[in-house]
């Protein structure tokens, strides 16, 4: 197989690392508004960037805001997530970039019913055969509330849809598709019925366990949020037990459902400057989560107007300055 290599040089603008180093953590929150600036939304495009290769059978074929991962399981290939429908020519470019034809996609993994993770299934399915997976909770929600998951669609972007899985993902399900299982656990809280992912993939010999936390978000969580969204104030607590319930999965690779949740692309920067396990660390998992939990537990203690503040700007420019 032939793999496009894109070298800094080739990408349309360069890549500065300015994030982990020097950067106060405080003052940068990646699970605050990430959301495109109002001239990413105009031209979702301006958001894609090259795929490449993870580790082993791995691949990131995502853009600047969603995250979506390739798995050549070697009887045809699982996606997990997709970004919005407005970024599916970006998706299918980067997916042939890396010398697979679309139509290899055999399983569509969606890890919870939000429109920058899903946005895109239906006409990915419709071109492709792939059948979907989600879990059942997130589906009912999906169903049950059509006229919340329609502004949404409409929130985050042009075409994206609802879709009807074909497989209702129960906890602890696996998915088997060639060489990998992929263990699928209810990790609620960001939604109803978010799913986390984990699996073990082999790179020239070694054994690696790659771990995806499900929905790692937390502003749907504040009390204004979710009374206006009519969910159940419960889930503030269900965020926190799901953190708990996968703190001890073991992790060498972290992935996330959004780039900025594990750096890919400045790992990417790393791998490219000679650091060839840049993508494999076991402390990640810890640390993230560790992150995750102290900045939702500082949030739950915002006023709304401290909320509104903290999400009142996208700062997802912040972020990748330099690009
Ligand atoms: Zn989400």
């Given at each position: 197989?032939?793999?496009?290599?894109?070298?800094?040089?080739?990408?349309?603008?360069?890549?500065?690392?300015?994030?982990?180093?020097?950067?106060?953590?405080?003052?940068?929150?990646?699970?605050?508004?990430?959301?495109?600036?109002?001239?990413?939304?105009?031209?979702?495009?301006?958001?894609?960037?090259?795929?490449?290769?993870?580790?082993?059978?791995?691949?990131?074929?995502?853009?600047?805001?969603?995250?979506?991962?390739?798995?050549?399981?070697?009887?045809?290939?699982?996606?997990?997530?997709?970004?919005?429908?407005?970024?599916?020519?970006?998706?299918?470019?980067?997916?042939?970039?890396?010398?697979?034809?679309?139509?290899?996609?055999?399983?569509?993994?969606?890890?919870?019913?939000?429109?920058?993770?899903?946005?895109?299934?239906?006409?990915?399915?419709?071109?492709?055969?792939?059948?979907?997976?989600?879990?059942?909770?997130?589906?009912?929600?999906?169903?049950?509330?059509?006229?919340?998951?329609?502004?949404?669609?409409?929130?985050?972007?042009?075409?994206?849809?609802?879709?009807?899985?074909?497989?209702?993902?129960?906890?602890?399900?696996?998915?088997?598709?060639?060489?990998?299982?992929?263990?699928?656990?209810?990790?609620?809280?960001?939604?109803?019925?978010?799913?986390?992912?984990?699996?073990?993939?082999?790179?020239?010999?070694r054994a690696f366990h790659v771990g995806i936390y499900g929905g790692a978000g937390f502003v749907?969580?504040?009390?204004?949020?979710?009374?206006?969204?009519?969910?159940?104030?419960?889930?503030?607590?269900?965020?926190?037990?799901?953190?708990?319930?996968?703190?001890?999965?073991?992790?060498?690779?972290?992935?996330?459902?959004?780039?900025?949740?594990?750096?890919?692309?400045?790992?990417?920067?790393?791998?490219?400057?000679?650091?060839?396990?840049?993508?494999?660390?076991?402390?990640e998992w810890h640390r993230f989560l560790g992150e995750l939990r102290a900045k939702y537990l500082?949030?739950?203690?915002?006023?709304?107007?401290?909320?509104?503040?903290?999400?009142?700007?996208?700062?997802?420019?912040?972020?990748?300055?330099?690009?």
């Amino acid at each position: 197989m032939n793999y496009y290599y894109f070298t800094q040089k080739s990408m349309a603008m360069p890549l500065e690392i300015r994030v982990r180093g020097g950067r106060n953590l405080e003052e940068f929150n990646r699970f605050g508004n990430m959301n495109p600036t109002p001239e990413f939304c105009g031209r979702p495009y301006l958001m894609d960037r090259p795929s490449f290769p993870i580790a082993g059978n791995l691949y990131f074929v995502g853009n600047l805001w969603c995250s979506s991962h390739l798995i050549d399981t070697g009887d045809g290939l699982i996606l997990l997530d997709t970004p919005t429908a407005g970024s599916l020519p970006g998706l299918l470019f980067n997916i042939a970039a890396l010398g697979f034809n679309p139509r290899e996609l055999k399983y569509i993994v969606v890890s919870h019913a939000h429109s920058d993770h899903f946005g895109a299934v239906a006409a990915l399915a419709h071109l492709t055969g792939a059948k979907t997976f989600m879990s059942a909770v997130d589906t009912r929600d999906m169903r049950e509330n059509p006229e919340r998951m329609e502004k949404m669609n409409l929130d985050l972007g042009y075409y994206n849809e609802c879709f009807t899985p074909d497989v209702e993902l129960e906890d602890g399900d696996i998915i088997s598709l060639g060489n990998t299982r992929m263990r699928c656990v209810l990790t609620p809280g960001h939604t109803v019925g978010v799913m986390s992912h984990f699996w073990t993939l082999e790179d020239e010999g070694r054994a690696f366990h790659v771990g995806i936390y499900g929905g790692a978000g937390f502003v749907s969580l504040s009390r204004v949020a979710l009374e206006r969204n009519s969910q159940p104030l419960s889930l503030q607590q269900d965020f926190l037990d799901s953190i708990d319930k996968v703190w001890d999965e073991p992790v060498d690779i972290m992935l996330g459902n959004h780039p900025f949740h594990n750096d890919v692309y400045f790992k990417r920067k790393r791998f490219l400057a000679g650091e060839e396990d840049a993508f494999i660390d076991p402390g990640e998992w810890h640390r993230f989560l560790g992150e995750l939990r102290a900045k939702y537990l500082t949030f739950l203690e915002k006023s709304p107007q401290e909320v509104e503040a903290m999400y009142a700007r996208s700062q997802i420019s912040d972020y990748y300055k330099g690009i």
